[in-house]
């Protein structure tokens, strides 16, 4: 179900998106409309790539091999 919302727009800025819209035989309502579209698909995919990463670190141990390091060997004194 859609919803409508009320936005305040700098009577400047409104013209110009309005100009825009028509050149690309759209709507300024569709243009928002898409941009807070994009915003959530964008949110979720870096939530899902944060639950990716978060399953991946609880899954694997990670084996980090049995080479040591003393400190001298790290850095040139």
Known sequence: MDKNITLSVDSVVLDKVKVIAAARRTSVNAMVRSYLNSVVDREQSVDQAREKLLE???E?????????WKREALYDR
Not at 60 to 68: L, N, P, R, V
Request: aromatic share 0%.
């Open 60 to 68: 694997k141990a990670g084996d980090m091999g049995t080479q040591t």
């Open 56 to 58: 991946l670190a609880r």
